[in-house]
């Protein structure tokens, strides 16, 4: 458990290394780091970095992390400084306390390694500095030191507690420090890899923040004070203006229930080579914000190079054949994917891809693309194509139900705890009754007729159904009908559970591996006679049978894999 002992925090200026993200997690903020580094601003304002990055801002406000805060800072707290420490093999951060926060005990720094942490890459810190009453500048200008060295500093140190030393805690990555500014503290990489980590800077809302100009003792602050963000309470009675959170999720509208129908074949534009076609954007309960719309791609031609962004992106094809490129931004090294109907990619967030045609006819396809809070998952789902066969339904016997589904892909992802695929084959005149989920619904009706919500669509019609939407489905067409179906869960994962997984591989030294699910959801009856509670049971039942078994294979495969010479566990 990340349970933050404050007297410790008090005495000793540091707590222990506490895990406040999943690799994943630390994957996605890099990726997403690397994609925006070149456009920071420089000096002090790229502590500022938050004020304007939703992805920085999330990360600041983990719920776990808050907690952290408010145990150690009160319940009015401001987030001041984001920003990403990088340290080249060999590379040192001179010891040093920081400058903005030597003027009282309402500060506290969070430290968290993203990439190359280890013993050799974290921070060193002399316990209990925090209390000596001058910062490690002051203390050498004033002892006219030029103390450089370990040796020399652990030295000086000893002046104000003759018990001083130094101490470099065994961090990895995903796991913080939480420590007192005014701690005498420094890093240098002894390693043979770059080291990342990012540098979260909080304050109670009543002290005040300055920008420094000199680093140096004396210090020296710039008259205006920077904006800082509230990340917990009202901070009514702050000392610095503040700022709005950025891309704040109540500045998208709601999205509704959608019912639309694409004109097929969809008009595209020859000259220009590409024309998309909006459908709907907006929030929901389980995303910041979804966008989707089709488009139409002429021979020849790709909407733009291989690239890669914040959003996790579904492409299905509609008609046409496509060719796909993904995991490279280079296209000569990307692997290429033929997609048709009858398949759809999946692209995680940050993942290089593209899509072109080299066909001698118009491609149509439909995409989904949102983002959220990157959630505590230990195993999510990579890039690629799943193909689930024809977009036409198959001739064979359907169960009495008159209606049949077959989960094709069910992941995780950076932003959803669960991301569902599954087609239905469905026969005239059955359905399902009304219901509402707790996750969004995505319909797309490949062949038939399918009425939902008194509105009917066919080939190309796209439902939309956002968490606690009721809605509910009734193939009225001649003919058997086909649709696939995608469901994006949100809400908030085990973060307990995530940890847990990670810190058994950290021991074991195996690495993480996805699992598929052993048992499907029940969603519903689909005879019209909807008795929701028996979902729940059968979910429940089948959630207890699996869990166990999926515990004991993951002990007996690393249990296997440490026996076949995996990597000895860190110590």
């Known amino acids: 458990m990340n349970e933050l002992d404050t007297g410790v925090l008090k005495t000793r200026g540091f707590s222990r290394p506490l895990r406040l993200l999943t690799p994943e997690q630390c994957m996605v903020f890099m990726r997403h780091w690397r994609a925006v580094e070149n456009r920071q601003a420089k000096g002090w304002e790229s502590k500022l970095v938050a004020l304007g990055d939703p992805v920085f801002h999330d990360i600041a406000t983990r719920p776990q992390l808050l907690e952290l805060l408010r145990a150690a800072l009160g319940d009015d707290v401001v987030l001041w400084g984001a920003s990403v420490q990088v340290r080249e093999p060999g590379q040192e951060h001179r010891w040093h306390s920081d400058a903005e926060t030597c003027g009282g005990d309402g500060y506290a720094s969070v430290w968290i390694g993203l990439e190359g942490t280890c013993r050799e890459t974290s921070l060193a810190m002399i316990p209990k500095s925090h209390l000596y009453g001058v910062s490690i500048q002051q203390a050498k200008a004033e002892k006219g030191s030029r103390a450089a060295s370990d040796a020399e500093l ?10 001083a030393q130094i101490e470099q805690p065994d961090v990895a990555d995903g796991e913080a420090l939480l420590f ?31 920008t420094p100009e000199r680093y ?112 490279s931004a280079d296209p000569e090294q990307a692997q290429v994917h033929h997609a048709r109907p009858g398949s759809f990619s999946w692209y995680p967030a940050y993942f290089p891809h593209t ?53 094709v892909f069910e992941q995780p992802t950076a932003y959803l705890t669960r991301l569902h695929a599954h087609v239905t084959d469905i026969d005239p005149g059955r359905g399902y009754g009304m219901h509402a989920d707790e996750h969004d619904v995505a319909i797309i009706v490949f062949s038939g007729s399918i009425r939902a919500n008194g509105v009917v669509l066919e080939p190309g019609g796209v439902f939309y159904f956002p968490a606690g939407e009721l809605h509910g489905m009734e193939n009225v067409g001649a003919t058997r009908a086909r649709y696939l179906v995608f469901e994006f869960h949100g809400g908030t994962p085990d973060f307990a559970r995530a940890t847990e997984t990670i810190d058994r591989t950290r021991r074991t030294g195996t690495s993480l591996r996805r699992t598929p699910a052993f048992v499907a959801p029940v969603k519903h ?47």
């Open 154 to 163: 652990l030295k000086l140190a000893q002046a104000f507690d003759a018990a």
């Open 180 to 210: 007192d500014g005014r701690l005498w503290h420094g890093s240098y990489n002894a390693s043979d890899t770059v080291r990342y980590a990012l540098l979260l800077q909080y304050a109670r809302a009543d002290m005040v923040v300055k």
């Open 216 to 327: 140096d003792w004396p210090f020296a602050y710039r008259e205006e004070l920077p904006a800082v963000l509230p990340v917990l309470g009202a901070c009514a009675q702050a000392g610095n203006p503040l700022a709005p959170p950025p891309a704040d999720p109540a500045a998208f509208r709601t999205l509704p229930a959608v019912q639309h129908q694409l004109p097929m074949p969809l008009a595209g534009d020859r000259k220009k080579g590409w024309k998309p076609h909006e459908i709907a954007e907006g929030r929901t309960a389980n995303l910041t914000f979804n966008h989707f719309h089709a488009s139409v791609l002429e021979p020849g031609h790709s909407p733009h190079p291989p690239h890669a962004h914040v959003e996790e992106e579904v492409l299905i094809v509609l008609d046409g054949t496509a060719e796909l490129l993904l995991g």
């Open 355 to 407: 899509i072109r045609n080299m066909s001698d006819r118009p491609v149509t396809y439909l995409m989904f693309k949102w983002y959220g809070p990157p959630i505590e998952t230990a195993r999510q789902a990579q890039g690629g194509t799943v193909n689930f066969g024809s977009p036409v339904p198959g001739s064979e016997p359907l169960p009495a139900k008159g209606m049949r589904s077959e989960r």
């Open 525 to 571: 009856r689909t005879d019209g006679k909807h008795r929701p509670w028996i979902s729940r049971v059968v979910n429940r039942i089948g959630k207890a049978v699996s869990a166990p078994l999926n515990r004991k294979i993951e002990r007996v495969v690393d249990r296997r894999l440490a026996e076949l010479g995996g990597q000895p566990p860190r110590r």
